[in-house]
Structure formats: structure tokens, C-alpha cells
């Protein structure tokens, strides 16, 4: 393990709290005041926060407590995280009867790494003992975890059913600000590695089809050269599953076809380039290499994008626009291997994106028929959490993204 690189649990959102604190007070004493601790107690906290990330985050002066340069790399993360949970108990109040709602200057019961883990795991396993495994802990120790958070919280977060422990309607508004939470503390030690020219870490990517075959693995092979201690997960859920994790911090990136119509105030796109939809067929084709009029296709078995998929409904009114009535595919996938599968192997057509299958364009494996689709142009590029403070390692696949997109447009 190298220097600024921690164990899960290693950093205390307690220590945090009291970062924060003093970096807002200025004194250890003026800290400890507002945060009912004893300065012995801050004291102690930040010395610890300082020996698990191995380095001063603050000079001591007689007049008071100054942040060093690490101190203040360290500090938008940790009020990042603090933020997002003290939202949480606003957002309880919404559960509670009408006058059982008590103020709390913070939430401390929030305030504790492994019991957020717990409540993630459950969240997501619906059984204790699944997450006791998971974890590494007992079930008994799962179970008092939830206790807490249930008195704290003040509502149920979990109800028993035959299916297991199923998250309540307060536990599914909580889990995206715990999600984000971790995931900020997460960052903590490789902003610190970047702040001395260290970029290391894990990028988590939602590579929608349109870019999986050549935008994305080139990026990912530029980026890992530049920066080999960079770990790049893909994960390739259907769309909706994605933005939920990418506002949950869980995925730090979406890259492929952009939704227009499903824009909203807390997600950004970026357009990298626009491509068209292309008929593709293997060589031998009937269809191949020779000027097509809509009357060719009378019998042609059709591999489409999924139904009400964005290219999809482009393609319909594609069709349409050629007097022609939108196809019935015999297949429907996103999947580039079972599309190549299928050209190769019979006389089918897919409609697909110019860049999804580029390889096997450029070595003469596929052929583009000549049939022109109209008004087909969609933008591809970056969808991004807004307000996000991305990690080095995000940020630098990123600019490999730009680069690769810049190399394709020249």
C-alpha cells in the first residue's frame, strides 16, 4: 500500500466532522466548543485523521489552527460527505407523524463508516446474513447496526417480507445520500495521491453499446499507459439502471448515446460527436454493392435495437420519412457479438450506429449497403452527475475520452 492509499473504515466521519470544525474555527478550543467534545478529544481526532492519510493536514500556530495544502485537499471532500448527511434528517421528517419530529443539531447516528456500509449492503442484499458475509461481521452485529440507525432515524428503514428485508420508501430516499457519501470519503485518499502527481484509483463506467467497441477500450488502453495504477470497472446496465447509480456516486460516468428528452437539472451531457445509423449486411449479401430502393427490403429479416430504445424510435421515423411502414425485427439487441454473430452467419440486416461496428467495416468483414436512413444524426458523448467533484483517476479518463474523440473527428 502506498502512501495516502487506507483501508475501508480507515477514515472516521467523526475525524471529518472535526476537520471541518476547526478549519471553520480556526481553534481547537473554538471547535471543541461547537461540537460539545472536549479539545483533548479534537485534538486527538484530527492526529489520527493525520497518521491514516500519513500527512499534516494543519500548521499549529499560537493564534490558531491553519490548513496546510493537503488540509485543503482533503476539506471539499469531507464537507461533501457531511453535507450529504446532514440532509438526511429534513428528508425523515417527511415520514414522521405531525409532532414526533425532534431537531438535532447532527445526525451522529449517521456519523459512523460501517454502519453506512451495513445500510448499503442491506439496502441492496435484503438479508442479514447475506451482508454479515459480505462484510466480513456477525449477524448479530448487522442487526444492532440497523437498531441504531432505525431509533436515529426515527421511521422504519427495513420491513421483513418473504422476499427478505425490503428497503421502506425513507430507506430508498436515504440511500443515494449515503451512496454519495462513502463514495466522497472513498476519494479522499486519491485526490490527496494526485496532490503530489499520484493519479491512482478506480473509475466506474456506464459504457452504453454505441462506444464499448472502440471509443471506450481505446481511451481506457490510452489512459492505464499514462497512469498504470488507474482501475477502470465497465458496467453495462441498460440506461435507467445507470443514472441511478451515477446519482448515487456509484458510477462516476455514463458514455454513449445521449438522452435529450430525459435531460434534467441534475445531470449534465456532453457532446462529444454525432453519428448516423447505417444498414450493415457481410459481403456476400444479396443486398451488397448495389443502389437499394425501399421495395428490396420486402423480405428482409431485420436485427433492430431494442423496442423504444433511442435508436430505435429514430429508425422508425426513418422509416417512415421513406414512405416505408418501421419494420418487425426477427431479432432485437444491443449486443455487438451477437450482431456480428448474426451478419456473418445469414442473410439478415442490422441497423446499427457508423461506430459500433468500425473494426469490421475498416477489415471488410461487414459492408454499409447503399440505402441512405434520413435524419438519423444522434450525439454521443459524456453524461455527468452535475455539481460533481470528480477524482483524479475520473478526470483523467475523461481527457483520454476528449483525446480519443478529438483523434476520430480529425
Not at 321 to 348: C, F, H, Q
Amino acid at each position: 500500500m502506498t502512501k495516502y492509499q487506507t483501508e475501508d473504515n480507515d477514515i472516521k466521519i467523526m475525524q471529518l466532522r472535526s476537520l471541518c470544525m476547526v478549519a471553520e474555527r480556526g481553534t481547537v478550543s473554538n471547535a471543541a466548543e461547537n461540537l460539545f467534545r472536549t479539545q483533548s478529544a479534537v485534538t486527538r481526532s484530527l492526529r489520527d485523521l493525520e497518521q491514516t492519510l500519513s500527512t499534516a493536514l494543519f500548521e499549529r500556530h499560537s493564534s490558531g489552527m491553519l490548513l496546510t495544502d493537503a488540509g485543503k485537499c482533503v476539506l471539499p471532500r469531507a464537507q461533501r460527505a457531511l453535507g450529504e448527511l446532514q440532509q438526511i434528517p429534513a428528508m425523515l421528517a417527511r415520514f414522521k407523524q405531525r409532532g414526533s419530529h425532534r431537531d438535532e443539531a447532527e445526525p451522529i447516528w449517521l456519523f459512523n463508516v460501517r454502519r453506512l456500509q451495513i445500510f448499503l449492503r442491506l439496502f441492496h442484499l435484503h438479508h442479514t446474513q447475506s451482508v454479515a458475509n459480505a462484510l466480513g461481521i456477525s449477524q448479530p452485529a448487522v442487526s444492532a447496526a440497523l437498531k441504531v440507525l432505525e431509533k436515529g432515524a426515527g421511521v422504519n428503514l427495513f420491513q421483513r417480507s418473504p422476499k427478505g428485508m425490503m428497503p421502506s420508501t425513507a430507506a430508498q430516499e436515504m440511500a443515494p445520500h449515503i451512496s454519495r457519501a462513502l463514495n466522497e470519503i472513498r476519494h479522499i485518499p486519491e485526490d490527496l495521491a494526485a496532490h503530489v502527481g499520484d493519479i491512482h484509483g478506480t473509475v466506474q463506467v456506464g459504457a452504453l453499446p454505441l462506444c464499448r467497441s472502440s471509443l471506450l477500450p481505446r481511451a481506457i488502453a490510452h489512459l492505464v499507459t499514462q497512469h498504470p495504477s488507474v482501475k477502470v470497472v465497465t458496467n453495462e446496465s441498460a440506461f435507467s439502471n445507470l443514472v441511478t447509480e451515477l446519482r448515487a456516486g456509484d458510477v462516476d460516468l455514463i458514455l454513449g448515446a445521449l438522452r435529450q428528452n430525459d435531460s434534467v437539472p441534475d445531470l449534465d451531457n456532453r457532446v462529444l460527436f454525432t453519428e448516423e445509423l447505417v444498414l450493415l449486411a457481410r459481403p456476400q449479401h444479396p443486398l451488397a454493392g448495389k443502389p437499394l430502393l425501399p421495395v428490396h427490403f420486402g423480405h428482409t429479416q431485420w436485427i433492430l435495437p431494442r423496442e423504444n430504445s433511442p435508436g430505435r424510435q429514430l429508425l422508425d421515423r426513418a422509416f417512415q420519412r421513406l414512405g416505408m411502414a418501421p419494420p418487425t425485427p426477427v431479432v432485437e439487441s444491443g449486443d455487438l457479438a451477437i450482431i456480428r454473430g448474426l451478419l456473418l452467419n445469414s442473410d439478415m440486416v442490422a441497423a446499427v450506429s457508423s461506430h459500433q461496428l468500425a473494426y469490421e467495416l475498416r477489415a471488410g468483414i461487414l459492408k454499409p449497403l447503399s440505402f441512405a436512413l434520413p435524419d438519423t444524426h444522434r450525439a454521443i458523448g459524456l453524461t455527468l452527475r452535475q455539481g460533481a467533484l470528480h477524482s483524479p483517476a475520473t478526470l483523467a479518463l475523461i481527457a483520454s475520452i476528449d483525446a480519443e474523440a478529438r483523434t476520430d473527428a480529425s
